[in-house]
């Protein structure tokens, strides 16, 4: 029998599939990481496997490729959920909260599509009823199992002995195990109530499910309180032995941002900037910038309007010393290119020297045609973490068809010579992927790692027909359907998925992700014409 969990990050659904995996004679992958589809097995073997909400795999990926016979979707109180997810630096892998979280919402909403839903909420407060209910289902369970006494060194030697093909292959964990006890304080995420977050608009009907079994389960949930902070107060522990909820972060209090700041997004341009200024100290997850309005490439696909306007500097300056208070990212070049703008590097050094300062990644995203003309020791210096670099393809003929006015040749040259004076900076490919380069996805992978990069994100191509920007004789060829950009992902993630890391999105995701972006940026939505 094959079980797949399919749940959020953060939900606790590892737990669930550790438990299981307590049954003798089975294989489990307990929480395969966001990156990776579920394998695809032809053995008959008992298998359980987690995965998570993504924007790259849909859950009927997972089912095509892993074939299970029950599909049990794990509910955690999506406030409790997002309180816990804002402080793992995996909250936007693979896919931004909003849209997990929304996908989520969607999935619950297709019932057809799971045979049974587990809530985080009965697991730990009732794990014995809830191993009756899914031996119900056939994985069949016995109460011993909550003795953990099959270890995660136990689980991965018993996979690699019977299916040794997807060692080094597929990568996976047990979660946050880490011995007795589930500590209650480590779940206590949701002070307040779900007006205090956003969460309310990305998944309203699981939200509202939630008011519906909570009147269900007030003695075993312990009423509302359960419902709006996720958990029992600090003092209490619960009844499952051998798991451990992911810990808090061990930040000072004092300076941990407010939670309704975390997770905030913002895109800072010429258009925008004047609107920020005045505007009191925020944290931000995410500050994306652009110095320029323009561009020196003319992508088939780009559907962004252009103007020489700039964000004056001392605008720039008063916004990162006034209007922020801290940033986990930052990111030069968001629609634009940045490195026309010769203020460049001055630029990223008032940033590292303000409370912008980004404490986790600090991303130059760049078309690569005029990096050499800046100083890359000014980059250095700044703290510059990452240089993602856009490139659909290294066929020349395709390159200059997608992404006209730039010279592949010398793109590989920049970024050869920054790579070999900066290795320690990461390297990232991002490529739109179009009917001309969908087919030549490996040899721009296997010329990316010769070049040193370490990490690719997919883009499918999206269209708007209303756009005055784009070619409309030639959008409609470039189009990829949804289901073979996500054929290529699996593929591509299992054929290199040792050697560098892939991100795919998915286009109408994309489209989806740019309306609380925009809102949250004080920027007007996008014209459609």
């Known amino acids: 029998m094959r079980v797949l969990i399919y749940g959020m990050q953060s939900s606790g659904a590892s737990t669930l599939a550790f438990l299981l995996a307590q049954r003798p004679g089975s294989c489990a992958f307990v929480d395969i990481w966001s990156m990776y589809a579920a394998p695809a097995l032809s053995g008959p073997e008992d298998v359980v496997a987690k995965v998570v909400v993504t924007t790259s795999f849909p859950l009927s990926l997972h089912q095509q490729r892993f074939k299970p016979d029950k599909t049990i979707l794990f509910l955690r109180h999506p406030v409790a959920n997002y309180r816990s997810l804002t402080t793992k630096r995996y909250r936007n892998h693979d896919g931004f909260m909003e849209e997990k979280f929304a996908i989520l919402d969607r999935v619950f909403s297709e019932k057809s599509t799971y045979d049974m839903i587990v809530y985080f909420e009965d697991l730990v407060l009732d794990p014995l009823n809830t191993l009756i209910e899914i031996s119900k289902s056939g994985w069949s369970c016995d109460p011993n199992f909550l003795d953990f006494s099959r270890t995660p060194k136990d689980i991965v030697e018993f996979n690699e002995s019977r299916l040794p093909f997807l060692k080094n292959r597929l990568e996976y964990g047990v979660g946050h195990f880490r011995g007795r006890g589930v500590d209650a304080a480590f779940a206590d995420?949701?002070?307040?109530?779900?007006?205090?977050?956003?969460?309310?608009?990305?998944?309203?009907?699981?939200?509202?499910?939630?008011?519906?079994?909570?009147?269900?389960?007030?003695?075993?949930?312990?009423?509302?309180?359960?419902?709006?902070?996720?958990?029992?107060?600090?003092?209490?522990?619960?009844?499952?032995?051998?798991?451990?909820?992911?810990?808090?972060?061990?930040?000072?209090?004092?300076?941990?941002?407010?939670?309704?700041?975390?997770?905030?997004?913002?895109?800072?341009?010429?258009?925008?900037?004047?609107?920020?200024?005045?505007?009191?100290?925020?944290?931000?997850?995410?500050?994306?910038?652009?110095?320029?309005?323009?561009?020196?490439?003319?992508?088939?696909?780009?559907?962004?309007?252009?103007?020489?306007?700039?964000v004056d500097t001392s605008d720039f300056e008063m916004f990162l010393e006034e209007s922020v208070s801290a940033a986990n990212y930052f990111q030069v070049g968001c629609a634009m290119e940045p490195t026309l703008d010769p203020r460049l590097t001055d630029l990223m050094l008032l940033i590292s020297r303000s409370p912008a300062r980004p404490r986790r990644a600090f991303r130059l995203q760049t078309n690569g045609i005029l990096l050499h003309r800046h100083d890359h020791e000014k980059m250095r210096d700044a703290g510059l973490t990452t240089l993602s670099v856009s490139i659909d393809t290294v066929d020349p003929s395709v390159f200059k068809r997608l992404r006209g006015g730039t010279c592949l040749s010398q793109v590989q040259e920049n970024v050869t010579e920054f790579h070999k004076a900066y290795p320690e900076i990461t390297l990232v490919f991002v490529a739109t992927v179009t009917s001309l380069n969908i087919k030549s996805i490996d040899e721009l992978i296997g010329a990316g790692l010769d070049l040193g990069v370490t990490r690719f994100n997919f883009r499918q191509v999206f269209y708007h027909p209303s756009s005055r920007i784009v070619d409309h004789a030639q959008m409609p060829s470039l189009l990829v359907p949804e289901d073979e950009f996500l054929e290529m992902a699996a593929k591509v993630q299992t054929k290199y998925g040792h050697l560098a890391k892939f991100h795919a999105q998915g286009a109408q995701a994309m489209t989806q992700a740019t309306v609380p972006l925009r809102a949250d940026s004080l920027l007007p939505p996008v014209k459609r014409w």
């Open 189 to 310: 995420q949701a002070s307040g109530s779900e007006t205090d977050c956003q969460v309310s608009d990305w998944c309203p009907q699981v939200i509202a499910k939630y008011h519906d079994v909570s009147q269900l389960r007030q003695g075993k949930w312990l009423s509302s309180r359960v419902m709006r902070t996720g958990l029992e107060g600090p003092d209490q522990k619960l009844a499952v032995p051998g798991a451990r909820l992911p810990s808090r972060s061990t930040a000072p209090a004092s300076t941990l941002p407010a939670a309704t700041n975390m997770g905030k997004r913002i895109q800072i341009n010429a258009r925008n900037i004047k609107q920020w200024l005045g505007q009191p100290p925020q944290y931000f997850d995410t500050i994306l910038f652009d110095p320029n309005q323009d561009c020196n490439v003319h992508c088939a696909y780009c559907h962004n309007p252009r103007s020489k306007e700039l």
